[in-house]
């Protein structure tokens, strides 16, 4: 019997498996940046088609509010596996006290910037839970321009989740 090539199975199982794995999925994000804070958010991954999802993160603290908007494109790997890579915009909001000091000026400002992301999914087979794990280049362009790295990990609920044949 001959070998079968790795690489010919991983195609062919790519191009058999065309759906999602689930519809909609809610849960928490948590990121770390290069050019910012960590953040810990509500995530929340919507696919609008077979292959295409928005992603809606929201977070904020004691100092700060965060909002990003991604579109992610996504692609099986195997079964339970998908790979996505996408594109997206974030702002904020933050601000210093003074601490009750009148000789320290409370500050504050709005930032805004470009993401990119790519990564890896898993959706559990038995349970609708789903994991991501997602890194990429971040731009700061408001206030400032900074360039920096972003990872992050996603803990979600998938609803009407389906699996896939």
Do not use: C
């Given at each position: 019997m001959k070998k079968i090539s790795?690489?010919?199975?991983?195609?062919?199982?790519?191009?058999?498996?065309?759906?999602?794995?689930?519809?909609?999925?809610?849960?928490?994000?948590?990121?770390?940046?290069?050019?910012?804070?960590?953040?810990?958010?509500?995530?929340?991954?919507?696919?609008?088609?077979?292959?295409?999802?928005?992603?809606?993160?929201?977070?904020?603290?004691?100092?700060?509010?965060?909002?990003?908007?991604?579109?992610?494109?996504?692609?099986?790997?195997?079964?339970?596996?998908?790979?996505?890579?996408?594109?997206?915009?974030?702002a904020g909001h933050w601000s210093t006290t003074s601490g009750g000091r009148e000789d320290v000026p409370k500050q504050e400002g709005f930032w805004t910037g470009i993401n990119g992301a790519i990564g890896i999914e898993y959706t559990f087979d038995v349970v609708p839970i789903n994991l991501a794990l997602d890194t990429g280049p971040t731009f700061r362009v408001v206030p400032d321009f900074k360039f920096g790295w972003n990872a992050a990990l996603a803990f979600r609920y998938a609803f009407r989740y389906r699996n896939r044949r």
């Open positions: 790795p690489f010919f199975v991983l195609i062919v199982s790519i191009s058999l498996s065309h759906s999602q794995q689930y519809n909609t999925s809610l849960g928490i994000k948590a990121d770390y940046s290069s050019v910012n804070l960590g953040f810990a958010e509500l995530s929340v991954k919507h696919f609008f088609t077979e292959q295409d999802a928005f992603e809606i993160n929201a977070g904020g603290g004691q100092r700060f509010i965060w909002l990003q908007a991604m579109y992610l494109r996504s692609q099986p790997m195997v079964k339970e596996i998908d790979w996505y890579a996408g594109t997206g915009i974030d």
